[in-house]
């Protein structure tokens, strides 16, 4: 199957899980009503972007309501659903993870967010994950039924080398759940994604939670796929939307035959190694 419908959630986050839960659950709803076959959830769609509520709003994989509430949704609906990201728990650190759900409502991969978002931008933002997250290790490419999709979350998306370690493994599609804000979003946000799916001759994907003001961080939101040639084909604004666009996996097989970016690579010369 060449052909993807891919459906991008980006819906307003709340500080209230049930809320937050019972309105991921309609914008899922409303993709199937559109026959989507690819569902994909925002960075933290379950809690507030905030290192307090990260604790707060926690849970460990094994009993985790959110994670319970996707897997149903996807079986129920014989749908993929890539559930953004969560704040996992597990002994004592806590993750930012996303889960990727096949049509039975199975796990079938696991992304740890690798880079923590630790910055300070001088009078406009400072933000540091690392305060209470730790940081995965594991480079995510998963099979499913339309080829290899690659996953990294939000700031993964600036680390050039993470997302060729992804296509080199067969990923063709790059998924990035994010949450930029208003600072780094207008500056970076497109940029980043045409970049990663220009570099890599694949198909990039992001999707944000829309913008809440009355939140401490506020999210940028513009859900964004972008193609094998660089181009964005959709890109949202900052208000809550559904996004849902077809997107043909055949492009990248065009693309690479006319310009051979990754046969011409010069491994003899440089090389990424995962160690």
Same mark, same amino acid.
């Given at each position: ?9 980006? &819906? ?5 899980? +049930? ?5 991921? $659950?309609? &914008?899922?709803? +409303?993709?199937? $009503? ?24 926690? @849970? ?11 897997? $149903? ?39 740890? $967010?690798?880079?923590?978002?630790? /910055?300070?931008? +001088?009078? +406009? ?5 690392? #305060? ?8 995510? *490419? ?13 700031? #993964? ?9 992804? *296509?080199?493994?067969?990923?063709? /599609? ?7 804000? &208003? ?15 220009? #570099? ?37 604004? @900052? ?18 035959? @006319? ?17």
């Amino acid at each position: 199957m060449s052909k993807i419908k891919l459906s991008l959630c980006q &819906m307003n986050v709340v500080d209230n899980k +049930k809320i937050n839960l019972d309105k991921a $659950k309609l &914008m899922i709803e +409303k993709s199937i $009503k559109n026959n989507a076959d690819f569902i994909i959830l925002p960075e933290m769609f379950n809690c507030p972007y905030s290192n307090e509520k990260f604790i707060e709003y926690c @849970e460990e994989e094994h009993d985790s309501v959110t994670l319970n509430t996707i897997s $149903k949704l996807a079986d129920a609906n014989n749908v993929y659903i890539l559930a953004g990201s969560i704040p996992e728990k597990e002994n004592d650190n806590l993750y930012n993870t996303s889960y990727l759900f096949n049509k039975n409502g199975e796990v079938i991969g696991k992304h740890r $967010k690798m880079h923590l978002f630790d /910055i300070n931008v +001088k009078d +406009k933002i400072t933000f540091k994950e690392s #305060d209470v997250l730790t940081a995965g290790d594991n480079v995510t *490419v998963v099979d499913t039924e339309f080829g290899k999709i690659g996953i990294g979350i939000c700031y #993964d998306v600036r680390f050039v080398e993470l997302a060729r370690l992804m *296509v080199e493994k067969g990923a063709l /599609i790059l998924i990035y759940p994010g949450a930029f804000n &208003m600072t780094t979003g207008p500056a970076h946000w497109e940029l980043l994604f045409r970049s990663r799916a220009l #570099d890599n001759q694949v198909f990039c994907v992001g999707v944000a939670p829309a913008l809440n003001e009355n939140m401490s961080y506020h999210s940028y939101g513009h859900s964004i796929i972008t193609n094998p040639w660089g181009e964005t084909i959709v890109q949202g604004d @900052e208000n809550e939307n559904l996004f849902i666009c077809e997107i043909d996996l055949d492009e990248i097989k065009k693309v690479r035959e @006319e310009i051979p970016l990754l046969k011409n690579k010069r491994n003899d010369l440089y090389k990424i190694i995962r160690r």
